[in-house]
């Protein structure tokens, strides 16, 4: 795993590198087309940046488009990777590692220093773990946003996945979990087992290292979580090392919040999160 250089060493060719793409939410069909699973960039005027993470079986497009797109209206600049594996069908998630998810989120922390100055990184479910996961190994980020995001589960099932996984390829997955029942979400329909083995991985192994994250630390919890326990984000903001922390309750939305009920919600609570560390850093 890779630990790179700091987000005050902006790269002039990694930025031009990056072009401005038409945020917009895209046609959701299933199974993912090029349009739900694309990465997101946004290169905006200031000098703050975020880089946004989806979940496990999620896509940029899918799970982010809301966000990214009120943060960059906001004149933010956003950098949303599809992480490896995803955005097409569940054989090719076999092939991920927790090691090459987090390089992915490494990858597009490099992408978001080189936009801005100021950089805050922001993750739905999995990818709230990978946020803790720079939180830990990144110290400079200015501050962390997790929304639904584990650091365990208490599915009893995880158990046997160790072992579960060299004799079954995949099982069916339940659709995405949002409480608003128009939302026509493009989902993988099965999950590689060998890449929810690769997630208690990741979970495990941010879990010990929770002590490391110093970092301001923003935590969304949905009442009504029917993938990820809520006490979750508790338990995170327990064993953190962070002074400024807090926890925001979404009482309308179910695990995928950020294109449920509460997204507004959740964009104006990060808006205000950033405006906060802002000023407090002067």
């Keep these: 795993m890779r630990v790179s250089s700091s987000c005050s060493q902006r790269s002039a060719c990694s930025s031009c590198a990056l072009k401005t793409s038409r945020l917009s939410r895209p046609t959701m069909a299933l199974p993912f087309d090029k349009a739900s699973a694309a990465p997101i960039r946004h290169q905006a005027g200031s000098d703050t940046a975020c880089l946004l993470l989806h979940g496990l079986t999620g896509a940029p497009a899918r799970d982010l488009w809301f966000l990214a797109d009120y943060l960059s209206a906001r004149d933010i600049s956003v950098v949303a990777p599809l992480l490896t594996g995803h955005g097409k069908t569940w054989k090719e998630l076999e092939f991920a590692t927790s090691e090459s998810w987090q390089n992915d989120a490494l990858t ?36 962390l946003i997790t929304i639904n995001a584990p650091v365990y589960l208490d599915d009893p099932k995880m158990k046997v996945v160790p072992i579960l996984r060299h004799f079954q390829r995949s099982q069916p997955k339940a659709p995405p979990d949002v409480a608003d029942q128009d939302a026509m979400l493009p989902d993988l329909g099965f999950n590689s087992l060998e890449a929810v ?4 991985r990741l979970m495990r192994g941010v879990r010990g290292d929770l002590g490391m994250v110093t970092q301001p630390l923003l935590s969304f919890r949905s009442t009504q979580d029917h993938v990820v326990p809520p006490r979750n984000a508790e338990y995170i903001l327990d064993h953190v090392n962070s002074r400024v922390k807090s926890v925001i309750t979404l009482q309308r939305s179910y695990h995928c919040a950020t294109i449920d009920y509460d997204r507004e919600r959740i964009a104006v609570g990060i808006e205000q999160f950033i405006a906060l560390v802002q000023a407090r850093q002067g």
């Design 108 to 143: 597009g922390l490099d992408e978001a220093c080189a936009m801005g100055k100021t950089v805050f990184v922001a993750g739905l479910s999995m990818g709230g773990t990978l946020a803790l996961y720079l939180g830990e190994h990144r110290p400079e980020i200015a501050g």
């Design 197 to 200: 083995y690769q997630f208690e």
